[in-house]
T-cell receptor, first 117, second 114 residues
C-alpha cells in the first residue's frame, strides 16, 4: 500500500540558515507525484513544490527545492535562507497513480518547523 | 488566496446532528476532493468528484456523503455526528489535465461536535 513517512515531528532552524525536511514514500506504482504543502497556524494548506516520478531534474521553486532520490524513495524538502514566516507545519504528500482521473493525495504526519531569530 | 471557497468557516453542533459543508472550486477546475484533518488521524482523503461523478473514495464513513452539482460546487453531508467527527474539513480542486495535478486547497471548515 502507498505510504508517506515523515520521521521528524519537529525541527528548528536559525533564521537565514537552510533546513531539510525528510520524506520517504512507498509505492509500487511506477507513475506517481510528490508534493509538499505548508500549513501555517491559520490552517490553510499552501502548495509549495511538486516532483513527478519521471522528472529527471529535482524541482525548485524559489527558496524551496526537492531533493528527489528515486532509488531510496525519498523526497526531502530543502528550504534555503529560512525566514520567520516559514514557521509552520509541513506535509509531504503523494498522488497515487497517473494523471487523468484518480488523483487523491496521501499525506504524511507532518513536520512542525520553527524558525528562530 | 487559492480561489477555492468553503462555507462555513466554523461550525459547532451537537452529537447526532447533521451538517452540510459547501465548497466552490476554482474557476475551470472540474475535480473536487474532500479531506479530513483530525488530531488522531492526520490528513485523510475522503472522496473525489470529477465533473459531477464520483471518481475515488477513501476512508469515508457511511454516515458521510458528498455530491458535485452541475455548477461544479460540491457539498459534504455529515450525519449522526459523533464527537470523533470534530475536525478540519478541507475541499481541494484541480484541473485534471494539468501537468502536476496540483490540488488547490480551500481555507477549510472547522467542525466541532459537542
Amino acid at each position: 500500500a502507498q505510504k508517506i513517512t515523515q520521521t521528524q515531528p519537529g525541527m528548528f532552524v536559525q533564521e537565514k540558515e537552510a533546513v531539510t525536511l525528510d520524506c520517504t514514500y512507498d509505492t509500487s506504482d511506477p507513475s506517481y507525484g510528490l508534493f509538499w504543502y505548508k500549513q501555517p497556524s491559520s490552517g490553510e494548506m499552501i502548495f509549495l513544490i511538486y516532483q513527478g516520478s519521471y522528472d529527471q531534474q529535482n524541482a525548485t521553486e524559489g527558496r524551496y527545492s526537492l531533493n528527489f532520490q528515486k532509488a531510496r524513495k525519498s523526497a526531502n524538502l530543502v528550504i534555503s535562507a529560512s525566514q520567520l514566516g516559514d514557521s509552520a507545519m509541513y506535509f509531504c504528500a503523494m498522488r497515487e497513480g497517473s494523471s487523468g482521473g484518480y488523483n487523491k493525495l496521501i499525506f504524511g504526519a507532518g513536520t512542525r518547523l520553527a524558525v528562530h531569530p | 488566496d487559492s480561489g477555492v471557497t468553503q462555507t462555513p468557516k466554523h461550525l459547532i453542533t451537537a452529537t447526532g446532528q447533521r451538517v452540510t459543508l459547501r465548497c466552490s472550486p476554482r474557476s475551470g477546475d472540474l475535480s473536487v476532493y474532500w479531506y479530513q484533518q483530525s488530531l488522531d488521524q492526520g490528513l485523510q482523503f475522503l472522496i473525489q468528484y470529477y465533473n459531477g461523478e464520483e471518481r475515488a473514495k477513501g476512508n469515508i464513513l457511511e454516515r458521510f456523503s458528498a455530491q458535485q452539482f452541475p455548477d461544479l460546487h460540491s457539498e459534504l453531508n455529515l450525519s449522526s455526528l459523533e464527537l470523533g467527527d470534530s475536525a478540519l474539513y478541507f475541499c481541494a480542486s484541480s484541473v485534471l489535465v494539468a501537468e502536476n495535478n496540483e490540488q488547490f486547497f480551500g481555507p477549510g471548515t472547522r467542525l466541532t461536535v459537542l
